[in-house]
């Protein structure tokens, strides 16, 4: 069974820091694609983050130069380094199987329980 355990998320300040951990089981992490969704109250789901098995990675425009999407393959980790928040950034985080852009996104039953992210002053 396919398990992504989320941590990390809580309360920051604007312009502060998160980091988001993703623990994965139940599947050979090193051969796939991975991905960070965020959902805010009243709002579609939304593509964060995206890294290819060669640990290449993809931004939403948006989070450009503030997050860091990152793996450890040997300890089956996904990573979300959050810096220069914003209000905006406000929603639950997930982590996901698979890989994503701007248009599209892994089904919902391949993303964990999550995280929430407030950001708030």
């Known amino acids: 069974e396919v398990q992504l355990q989320a941590s990390g998320g809580g309360l920051a300040q604007p312009g502060g820091s998160l980091r988001l951990s993703c623990q994965a089981s139940g599947f050979d992490f090193a051969d796939y694609d991975m991905s960070w969704v965020r959902q805010a109250p009243g709002k579609e789901p939304e593509w964060v983050a995206g890294?290819?098995?060669?640990?290449?990675?993809f931004y939403l425009e948006s989070v450009k130069g503030r997050f860091t999407i990152s793996r450890d393959n040997a300890e089956n980790y996904l990573y979300l380094q959050m810096d220069s928040l914003k209000i905006e950034d406000t929603a639950m985080y997930y982590c996901?199987?698979?890989?994503?852009?701007?248009?599209?996104?892994?089904?919902?039953?391949?993303w964990g329980q999550g995280t929430l992210v407030t950001v708030s002053s």
């Open positions: 890294i290819d098995r060669s640990a290449v990675a």
């Open positions: 996901a199987k698979g890989g994503g852009s701007v248009y599209r996104y892994p089904r919902r039953s391949l």
